[in-house]
C-alpha cells in the first residue's frame, strides 16, 4: 500500500481546504488523518473503518472538517472548513488495521503518507 497526500498550502483564517489522498496497492482495514504541529506531537484528526458507517473525529475538528472518500478513485479526502491558526501543521494520511479502541491512535496505522503542509495565518 501506498499514500499520496496533496492539497496542503497557505489560507488565512475562516478559509476553506481539501486535502486529498492517493491510495494504490491492496486495501486496508482504516484509513485516517493525522497532523503534527510545530514542535508537538502527531495527533489525530479522524478516521474510518472500510467496513463501518461512522466517522471517527478528535473534538478539535468536529464540525469543521469532513472525511470522505471515493472509492472508485482509490481516494480519501480531508474537507477543512473554519480554518484557525492552531490548525497549522503537516498532516498525514495513514492506513491500517487497528482495533477500533485504537482508531485514533498513531499506532495502529502502518502505512503513512510522505506529508503535506497546511499554515494558516490570523
Known amino acids: 500500500v501506498q499514500l499520496q497526500a496533496s492539497g496542503g498550502g497557505l489560507a488565512q483564517a475562516g478559509d476553506s481546504l481539501r486535502l486529498t489522498c492517493a491510495a494504490s496497492?491492496?486495501?486496508?482495514?482504516?484509513y485516517g488523518w493525522f497532523r503534527q504541529a510545530p514542535g508537538k506531537e502527531r495527533e489525530f484528526v479522524g478516521a474510518?473503518?472500510?467496513?463501518?458507517?461512522?466517522?471517527y473525529y478528535a473534538n478539535s475538528v468536529k464540525g469543521r472538517f469532513t472525511i470522505s472518500r471515493d472509492n472508485a478513485k482509490n481516494t480519501l479526502y480531508l474537507e477543512m472548513n473554519s480554518l484557525k491558526p492552531e490548525d497549522t501543521a503537516v498532516y498525514y494520511c495513514?492506513?491500517?488495521?487497528?482495533?477500533?479502541?485504537?482508531?485514533?491512535?498513531?499506532?495502529?496505522?502502518?502505512?503513512w503518507g510522505q506529508g503535506t503542509k497546511v499554515t494558516v495565518s490570523s
Open positions: 495513514a492506513a491500517g488495521d487497528p482495533i477500533i479502541s485504537s482508531i485514533s491512535t498513531s499506532e495502529g496505522y502502518r502505512v
Open positions: 474510518f473503518r472500510l467496513n463501518g458507517r461512522r466517522i
Open positions: 496497492g491492496r486495501t486496508l482495514g482504516s
